[in-house]
């Protein structure tokens, strides 16, 4: 089923000059880029976003590097594009990911892993609204 997911390449691969290089995996993966955006988040607004983790031990070390310097935010299009992205980015903590994946190549450490990726059909619905109004429209049918 087509899906669209949110995706967000992290300070610490924008910083590392790494963004061409994942959009270029992201492009050869098969996904469409619908929208694309490079933004600093507020302490707000990243606490809005990563709030699933607000008792978590590492929420305020998060909530600091991801405002510590601008992300690209993205609307990824792709049949199964939730489970797809993920896959493509690896598991969390990058020495545990798959190799060829965007962490297993960019990451540095479990918290500056170089991308986010939604991880369930609800979480995408809540993060691209949260990031994207009003939502993006599918490409799929101009092929
Ligand atoms: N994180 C961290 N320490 C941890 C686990 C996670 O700093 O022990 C950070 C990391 O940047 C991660 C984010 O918190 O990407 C969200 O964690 P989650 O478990 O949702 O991982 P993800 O969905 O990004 O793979
Ligand atoms: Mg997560």
């Known amino acids: 089923m087509i899906e669209q997911t949110f995706a ?12 061409g ?16 955006h490079k933004v600093m988040l507020t302490k707000e607004g990243a606490e809005r976003f990563y709030a699933v983790h607000k008792d978590k031990p590492f929420f305020n070390e998060l909530v600091e590097f991801v405002t510590s310097g601008p992300v690209l935010i993205m ?3 792709k049949d199964n594009a939730i489970a797809e992205w993920r896959k493509l980015m690896g598991a969390t903590d990058p020495a545990k990911a798959d190799q060829g994946t965007i962490r297993s190549l960019y990451a540095e450490s479990i ?14 619905q809540e993060e691209l609204s949260l990031f994207f109004a009003p939502p993006a429209p599918p490409q799929q049918q101009a092929k």
């Open 75 to 77: 609307v990824l299009e």
């Open 21 to 36: 290089r994942i959009l270029t995996m992201v492009e050869d993966s098969g996904f469409d880029i619908l929208r694309m």
């Open 111 to 124: 918290g500056k892993n170089a991308v986010h990726g939604s991880d369930s059909k609800e979480t995408a």
């Open 8 to 19: 967000m390449i992290k300070p610490d691969a924008i910083i590392g000059k790494n963004t």
